[in-house]
C-alpha cells in the first residue's frame, strides 16, 4: 500500500518535471543557433532529455519496493 | 516490382497475416493459453495511438514546423507517469463495475444516466469520424502515389478515380470484415478481444521496424548520418530558419503548451485508446512496464522524423511533393523498391490498427450507449419478450462497425482534401478532450452530478463543433466561406476562429481555451448549484472511493427488494445467450458453495447485483439497470438512505482506522511496560546483589575485630607485643569498616542528589600531582612504576576539588591493585581537548574483557570472576567515580583489551559556569 503510493508519487513529480524541462523558459534556453555533434541544440536537448526522463521513469517503475521504509 | 497487382497481392497477404494472428490469438484465448497475458502485448498494444498520421503526417509537420510535430508525443510521456495514480483507478474501476466503453464510464458514474451515455457515444463518434477518414485518406493517397511508380506523382493530379477502383472503399470494406470478424464474434461479459489486441500488437511492431528502416536509410544512406542532414540543410536558405527559433517555426510557447496538454488527454480520452489502455487490460500490474515501454516506443518512431523531413525537402524541388508523402516519396525516388513496398505496408499496417479498435469502440458505444436504451425504452418493440436477443446485440454492433467506416469514407470523400493530416487529427483530439473534466472529476470528486456532466459535455462540445468543425465545413464549400472571414451575419465578435476577438492564436488552441473554459465552468458550475439523486450519490462514491472497498459486492449495499433466481436466469440468457449466462450462475454459485441448477440460489442484494454487473458488460450500464429492474421488485432508496449507508461504510472504515491505530498503540505500550518490568528486575536484582555484598564487606572486618577482641579477653595472659599487634589489627578492621561505612553514605548521597559540592577554582595538574603522593606510598608497597606526562599548563576549572581528587585517586589506587608487583607500570596523562582536560590513567595489567567493560561502572562491579577471584576493592569507586563525572557533564570510559594496557579516561569540561550547590 505504502509502496504502491510513494511509487505513484515519484511518477507525478517526474510528470511535474517533465512539464517543466518540455516547456517556456526552461526550451527558450535550448531555443538557439549551434548544433552538438552536429544536432542543433533544440532538438538535442528535447530528445535526450526526453530519454533521460523515461529512463528516470523505468527506474522507478521496475526499482522493487526497497524504498522509503 | 512496384506493379499494381504485386502491391495489391501483398496488401491482402498482409491483411491475411492480420487474420491469422487474431485468429490464433482468439483459438489460444479458448484453449485458456491467452498471448495478451503479457506486459509487452499490452505496451505494444498501446502503440495503436501511432496511426497513419504520425506514420506520414509527423514529418509532413515537421517539414512546415520543425520541432512543432513533438508535442504529441511528449505529451503522453507526461501522461502515461500519472497513469499510476489515474488509469489503475479508472482500470479498477471499469472491472468491478463491468464496464466496456468510455461512454459506459461517464454514465456509470452520472447516476447510469442513459442521456449522458448518449451524448459522449454521439461526440466521439462525431469527433473519430474524421480521425478515420484521415487514415483512409492515407492509404488511399499511399496507394495511389505508390501506383504511379517510377513517377512521383500527387494523388491530387491523378484525376478522379472510378467508384469501384476506389481504394479507400475497398480498404473500408476489409476493415469493417476484419473489425466484425474479431470485434464482434461473440458476446462477452468481460469484453476482452484477444484476437484483435494481439493483431494491434504485431502491426504496431511493422509500423515501427518500417519507419525505422526508412530512416535509417534516408539518414546514413542519402545522407552520412544526422550531422550531414543538419549541416546541409543550414547551408540551404529555404531551410536555416527552421534549425532553431521555436517561437517562429512551431507557432507561440503557448501552441506548443496546448498542443501538450491535448495529446496528454488524448492518450487517455480517445476510444481506441481508452478500449486497449482499460478494456483490453487484463492485468493491472501491466501497466508498469507500459509507462516506460510506451514513451520509449514514441521516442524510436520520432528519431528520424526531422531527419526525414529535411531530407524530403533538400531532395525534392519546392512544392513539388507534399511532405506528408516524405517517407513514401524518398525511396521511391531512389528507386529503392522493397524498401518503398515496406514503407506502404507500415503506413497501412498504422491506419489499420487505428481503424480497427476505434471502430470496435465505437461500436461498443454506439449499441450499449445510444441505440439499445432506446429499444429498451420503445414497448411497441416489445424486447422484453424476446426469447434471445443476442443475436440482435451483435446485429446492432456490426452495423455500428459498417456505419462508422462509411461515415469515415463519406467525410473522406467530401472534406477530406481540404486538409493536411495533422489539422484533420487534431480536431479529433479536440473532440475527445471534452471528456476528461467529466472522467477526471468524476474520479477524484464526488461532488459532480448528473446535471452537470451533461452541461459540462453540452457546452464543450458545442463550442468545439463552432470553433473548429464549422470552419472545416466552410473550408469544404459545405458553408459559405465568409462566415470564417467576417464571422455569422457579420458578427466579427462571433468568428468562430477568433471568438470574442481572441486572436493570434492558431485554430487548435483557440478552441481548446475556448471549450475547456466552458466545459469545466459548466460542469463545475451546474453540479455545485444541482442535488445528486439517490442512485447518483452512490455511483459517486463507489467510483471515488474504488480503492477503499473491496470486491464487486461493494454496490450491493444499496439494493433492497425481492428478486426470483429464474427470473434474473431468464433475463441473462436473453442477452448472453443460455451458454453464457448458465456459465455466469455456475460461477456465482460455486463461490457460495451451492449447485446450479439444482439448489435454491438465494436471490439476495449481492446476487442481483452481481447479475445487473454481468449485464452491463454486455450491454451497457444504463440498459443494465432498466432490465434488472423490469424483473425484480425493489425499493426505491432516497438519497438520505443513501447517504447513510455512504456514511456508515466511511464510518466503518474509520472505526476500523482507530481501531488498527489503537491496537498498536496498545502493542507500543506493552513493550515498553515489559522494557520496563526487565530494568525493574534488573534493579531488584541489582539491590539483592548490593544487600549481600555490603553484608559481606562488612562481616569480614566485623568478624576479624570480634575474633581478636576474644582472643584479648580471654587470654589476659599474653604478651604485650602480641597484644600489641592484635590491637593494630583491631584498630586497622574498624578503620575498613568505617571507610567502608563513609563510602556506601557518599555514594548514596551521591545517587540521591544530596551531596554537597564545594566548587572552586583549580588547577587540574595541582590536583594529580597531590593526588600522586597521596598514593605513593601504595605504589611503593607494590614495587610499581608512577609516570606522568604532564603539560606545562592546563585551563583552570571550577569543580570541587576533594571530588576530583576522588576520582583521580579511584583511578590510580585501582591501576596499582591490578598491576603485576614489580612488574607493573602505570602512566597518568593530561590534555586539553576540544573544551575538555581529558585524564588518561593506564595500566599494563591483566586488562579487562569487553563483557566487563560494559558493567565496570557499575555498583559491586569488579572485572573477573567474582567467584573464583579474590575481590580485590568495594567495586564502588568507579561507580563513584562515574556519578562525579557526569555531575560536572563529562564522560568516563575505559579502552581495554585482554592482555593489552588498559586506560581509563575521563574527561571535566573546562567552560563551565559553577553548579549550583546542591544540584544534582
Redesign the interface.
Request: with cysteine; aromatic share 14%.
Given at each position: 500500500m505504502d509502496n504502491?503510493e510513494i511509487?505513484?508519487q515519484r511518477?507525478?513529480a517526474?510528470?511535474m518535471l517533465?512539464?517543466l524541462v518540455?516547456?517556456?523558459p526552461i526550451?527558450?534556453l535550448f531555443?538557439?543557433?549551434g548544433?552538438i555533434?552536429?544536432?542543433?541544440?533544440?532538438?538535442a536537448f528535447?530528445?535526450v532529455a526526453?530519454?533521460l526522463?523515461?529512463?528516470l521513469?523505468?527506474l522507478v517503475?521496475?526499482t522493487k519496493s526497497r524504498s522509503g521504509r | 516490382m512496384l506493379q499494381g497487382w504485386v502491391i495489391i497481392v501483398v496488401s491482402f497477404a498482409y491483411l491475411g497475416l492480420l487474420f491469422a494472428i487474431a485468429y490464433y490469438a482468439d483459438q489460444r484465448a479458448d484453449a485458456g493459453r491467452s498471448v495478451i497475458a503479457s506486459p509487452y502485448v499490452y505496451s505494444l498494444s498501446l502503440g495503436v495511438y501511432a496511426t497513419a498520421w504520425t506514420f506520414y503526417g509527423s514529418v509532413g509537420r515537421a517539414a512546415s514546423d520543425g520541432v512543432g510535430f513533438l508535442p504529441i508525443y511528449i505529451g503522453p510521456t507526461l501522461m502515461i507517469a500519472l497513469w499510476w495514480v489515474v488509469m489503475r483507478k479508472i482500470i479498477r474501476i471499469c472491472k468491478q463495475n463491468r464496464i466496456t466503453s468510455l461512454a459506459d464510464f461517464i454514465a456509470s458514474r452520472y447516476g447510469k444516466s442513459a442521456l449522458i451515455g448518449g451524448l459522449v457515444t454521439v461526440i466521439a463518434v462525431v469527433g473519430i469520424v474524421p480521425y478515420i477518414s484521415l487514415q483512409l485518406k492515407a492509404v488511399s493517397n499511399s496507394f495511389t502515389i505508390v501506383l504511379q511508380y517510377p513517377e512521383i506523382v500527387m494523388p491530387a493530379k491523378v484525376g478522379a478515380v472510378p467508384f469501384l477502383h476506389d481504394t479507400a472503399l475497398g480498404v473500408a470494406l476489409i476493415l469493417a470484415a476484419f473489425a466484425i470478424a474479431f470485434g464482434t464474434r461473440h458476446l462477452d461479459a468481460a469484453e476482452h478481444h484477444q484476437g484483435m489486441v494481439a493483431a494491434i500488437a504485431f502491426e504496431s511492431l511493422v509500423k515501427l521496424l518500417a519507419f525505422l528502416a526508412v530512416g535509417i536509410f534516408v539518414t546514413f544512406g542519402l545522407y552520412n548520418g544526422f550531422g550531414d542532414v543538419f549541416a546541409r540543410a543550414e547551408a540551404s536558405s529555404r531551410l536555416r530558419t527552421m534549425l532553431t527559433p521555436l517561437d517562429a517555426v512551431a507557432g507561440s510557447y503557448a501552441s506548443w503548451a496546448w498542443l501538450t496538454i491535448l495529446s496528454m488527454l488524448a492518450i487517455m480520452f480517445l476510444p481506441r485508446q481508452f478500449q486497449v489502455a482499460v478494456i483490453e487490460n487484463v492485468d493491472e500490474d501491466h501497466l508498469n512496464k507500459a509507462i516506460w515501454l510506451f514513451p520509449l516506443y514514441m521516442l524510436a518512431i520520432n528519431i528520424f522524423v526531422l531527419p526525414l523531413a529535411f531530407g524530403g525537402l533538400l531532395h525534392f524541388p519546392a512544392g513539388s511533393v507534399d511532405a506528408d508523402t516524405f517517407v513514401l516519396t524518398l525511396p521511391m525516388a531512389e528507386r529503392q523498391e522493397l524498401l518503398a513496398l515496406l514503407v506502404f505496408i507500415g503506413g497501412l499496417s498504422a491506419a489499420t490498427g487505428m481503424v480497427i479498435v476505434e471502430t470496435i469502440a465505437l461500436s461498443t458505444m454506439v449499441c450499449n450507449d445510444l441505440v439499445m436504451p432506446v429499444l429498451l425504452r420503445l414497448r411497441v418493440l416489445r424486447l422484453n419478450q424476446r426469447r434471445d436477443l443476442t443475436g440482435l446485440l451483435l446485429g446492432i454492433r456490426r452495423g455500428a462497425i459498417v456505419l462508422v467506416l462509411l461515415l469515415g469514407y463519406l467525410y473522406f470523400r467530401i472534406a477530406g482534401e481540404a486538409y493536411a493530416l495533422v489539422s484533420i487529427g487534431l480536431i479529433s483530439f479536440a473532440a475527445v478532450a471534452q471528456f476528461a473534466p467529466v472522467v477526471l472529476g468524476g474520479i477524484f470528486w464526488r461532488g459532480g452530478t448528473r446535471r452537470g456532466a451533461l452541461a459540462g459535455l453540452a457546452a464543450g462540445f458545442l463550442v468545439w463543433f463552432y470553433t473548429l468543425m464549422l470552419p472545416a465545413f466552410a473550408r469544404s464549400d459545405w458553408l459559405p466561406i465568409g462566415f470564417l472571414e467576417h464571422g455569422p451575419f457579420g458578427l466579427a465578435l462571433l468568428n468562430p476562429q477568433q471568438l470574442f476577438g481572441l486572436a493570434r492564436l492558431d485554430h487548435i488552441t483557440h478552441a481548446m481555451i475556448w471549450s475547456m473554459i466552458a466545459n469545466i465552468g459548466a460542469y463545475v458550475g451546474v453540479s455545485l448549484s444541482t442535488a445528486q439523486s439517490a442512485e447518483e450519490h452512490r455511483q459517486a462514491s463507489l467510483f471515488v472511493d474504488v480503492f477503499k472497498r473491496s470486491g464487486e459486492a461493494g454496490g450491493a449495499r444499496f439494493w433492497r427488494g425481492t428478486a426470483s433466481a429464474p427470473e434474473l436466469f431468464d433475463l441473462l440468457a436473453r442477452f448472453l445467450g443460455p451458454a453464457s449466462a448458465q456459465a455466469v450462475f455456475q460461477d456465482y454459485a460455486r463461490g457460495k458453495g451451492v449447485q446450479w441448477p439444482g439448489d435454491d440460489l438465494l436471490a439476495d442484494a449481492e446476487f442481483v447485483h452481481y447479475v445487473e454487473t454481468q449485464l452491463a458488460g454486455a450491454i451497457g450500464a444504463s440498459s443494465a439497470r432498466i432490465m434488472v429492474a423490469s424483473v425484480v421488485k425493489e425499493e426505491a432508496l432516497t438519497i438520505e438512505e443513501v447517504r447513510q449507508i455512504v456514511d456508515e461504510a466511511s464510518q466503518v472504515v474509520a472505526y476500523s482506522h482507530q481501531l488498527e491505530q489503537k491496537s498498536r498503540e496498545l502493542e507500543a505500550a506493552t513493550t515498553e511496560l515489559r522494557a520496563a518490568n526487565e530494568r525493574l528486575q534488573e534493579l531488584d536484582r541489582l539491590k539483592d546483589d548490593f544487600v549481600s555484598t555490603v553484608s559481606h564487606e562488612l562481616r569480614t572486618p566485623l568478624t576479624s575485630i570480634r575474633s581478636f577482641s576474644e582472643i584479648l579477653r580471654e587470654d589476659p595472659e599474653m604478651d604485650l607485643t602480641q597484644r600489641k599487634k592484635f590491637l593494630d589489627i583491631i584498630t586497622k578492621e574498624t578503620e575498613r569498616l568505617t571507610r567502608l561505612i563513609n563510602t556506601i553514605l557518599d555514594l548514596s548521597k551521591l545517587e540521591s542528589g544530596t551531596t554537597e559540592w564545594h566548587e572552586t577554582s583549580i588547577d587540574m595538574k595541582d590536583v594529580i600531582e597531590s593526588t600522586m603522593t597521596a598514593t605513593s606510598q601504595l605504589f611503593k608497597e607494590k614495587n610499581v612504576r608512577l609516570e606522568a606526562k604532564l603539560p606545562e599548563r592546563v585551563p583552570r576549572l571550577v569543580a570541587d576539588f576533594d571530588r576530583v581528587t576522588q576520582v583521580i585517586f579511584n583511578l590510580l589506587s585501582n591501576a596499582v591493585k591490578f598491576c603485576e608487583a614489580g612488574k607493573g607500570r602505570v602512566e597518568v596523562a593530561l590534555a586539553e581537548d576540544n573544551g575538555f582536560l581529558r585524564v588518561d590513567v593506564s595500566d599494563n595489567g591483566p586488562g579487562i574483557s569487553p563483557k566487563d567493560q560494559k558493567v565496570i561502572f557499575d555498583k559491586f562491579r569488579q572485572a573477573g570472576d567474582a567467584l573464583t577471584d579474590k575481590p580485590r576493592g568495594t567495586g564502588l569507586g568507579l561507580h563513584i567515580s562515574f556519578h562525579i563525572v557526569e555531575h560536572y557533564g563529562g564522560r568516563i570510559w575505559v579502552t581495554s583489551r585482554p592482555g593489552k594496557r588498559t586506560t581509563f579516561s575521563f574527561t571535566l569540561p573546562l567552560a563551565r559556569e559553577p553548579a549550583p550547590v546542591n544540584a544534582t
Open positions: 504502491l511509487k505513484g511518477l507525478v517526474l510528470s517533465g512539464c518540455f516547456n517556456y526550451l527558450e531555443n538557439r543557433p548544433t555533434l552536429g544536432i542543433p541544440v533544440l532538438y528535447i530528445f526526453w530519454g526522463l523515461i529512463a521513469m523505468a517503475v521496475e | -
